[in-house]
């Protein structure tokens, strides 16, 4: 679950930020005397607009002043939305938090194997910053003296944009990389790997995506579900 020394506690009912605030110039519409508000590719791109995207377009008064709202867009989803489309994929609903009147909630799943975890948190940014609330990782494997099996789990990770989360029974990975300049990203080469198994009674790794759901479909995330499950059955084979 995402968060932050500053996040307000889950149930607090709080003031909600603005996901983007910007200023646009509007631009002349064809040859008509209308003007047209544009957006380039990477803000279609972040929040879903297409040419054939319909949203709809409310004239507000807020203090005074008048104001447009465009709703609808389809960036992201709501926990309505994902209960549904997971009913439909057969998972497994593991732990569940709503509260529709500070409109946070909380929903983890398992898919029908049983091997994928799905986590989503509802805050897709904090203190203006986006933030990866969507949280994909398959169950870890044991790969205690098994090189080439954790080399085919590195492969399978960059071939399905995920990355490979290790970890031992003693912990002498996690304090390795506290110890040295290293990205926590990092995985151990060979040399490491088999000093690893020789210290320690089990090494183990999995696969994790982590996105943001201003960026992700209900259909992306079944496709990191389905990457996650053949990348496994592809290592186990």
Same mark, same amino acid.
């Given at each position: 679950m995402s968060g932050s020394g500053e996040q307000t506690k889950r149930g607090e009912k709080r003031e909600k930020e603005p996901v983007d605030s910007f200023?646009?110039?509007?631009?002349?519409?064809?040859?008509? +005397? =209308? @003007?047209?508000?544009?957006?380039?590719?990477?803000?279609?791109?972040?929040? =879903?607009?297409d040419p054939d995207t319909e949203v709809e377009v409310k004239v507000v008064e807020k203090d =005074? +002043?008048?104001?447009? &709202?465009? &709703?609808?867009?389809?960036? =992201?989803?709501?926990? /309505?939305?994902?209960? &549904?489309?997971?009913?439909r994929q057969g998972w497994e609903k593991t732990d569940e938090y709503i509260n529709p009147d500070a409109d946070e909630w909380y929903l983890?799943? #398992?898919?029908?194997e049983g091997d994928v975890r799905i986590e989503i948190d509802s805050e897709s940014r904090i203190n203006g910053n986006v933030v990866n609330n969507v949280i994909i990782e398959g169950n870890p494997i044991d790969v205690t003296g +098994?090189? /080439?099996?954790?080399? #085919?789990?590195?492969?399978?990770?960059? #071939?399905?944009?995920?990355r490979v989360r290790v970890d031992d029974s003693e912990g002498n990975w996690e304090r390795l990389k506290a110890s040295v300049t290293r990205d926590t990203d990092d995985i151990p080469d060979e040399e490491t790997f088999e000093q690893l198994?020789?210290?320690? +009674?089990? @090494? @183990?790794?999995?696969?994790?995506c982590q996105k943001t759901s201003l960026n992700t479909s209900l259909k992306d995330l079944k496709e990191v579900v389905d990457a996650i499950e053949e990348a496994y059955e592809s290592v186990e084979d």
């Amino acid at each position: 679950m995402s968060g932050s020394g500053e996040q307000t506690k889950r149930g607090e009912k709080r003031e909600k930020e603005p996901v983007d605030s910007f200023s646009k110039e509007l631009s002349p519409s064809g040859n008509s +005397d =209308g @003007v047209a508000l544009h957006f380039d590719a990477a803000f279609a791109s972040e929040y =879903g607009l297409d040419p054939d995207t319909e949203v709809e377009v409310k004239v507000v008064e807020k203090d =005074g +002043d008048i104001a447009f &709202e465009i &709703e609808n867009i389809p960036a =992201g989803f709501t926990s /309505d939305e994902l209960r &549904e489309f997971a009913e439909r994929q057969g998972w497994e609903k593991t732990d569940e938090y709503i509260n529709p009147d500070a409109d946070e909630w909380y929903l983890t799943y #398992r898919n029908s194997e049983g091997d994928v975890r799905i986590e989503i948190d509802s805050e897709s940014r904090i203190n203006g910053n986006v933030v990866n609330n969507v949280i994909i990782e398959g169950n870890p494997i044991d790969v205690t003296g +098994d090189y /080439d099996k954790f080399a #085919r789990l590195c492969a399978a990770a960059q #071939r399905k944009e995920a990355r490979v989360r290790v970890d031992d029974s003693e912990g002498n990975w996690e304090r390795l990389k506290a110890s040295v300049t290293r990205d926590t990203d990092d995985i151990p080469d060979e040399e490491t790997f088999e000093q690893l198994s020789e210290v320690t +009674d089990t @090494v @183990v790794a999995q696969l994790v995506c982590q996105k943001t759901s201003l960026n992700t479909s209900l259909k992306d995330l079944k496709e990191v579900v389905d990457a996650i499950e053949e990348a496994y059955e592809s290592v186990e084979d």
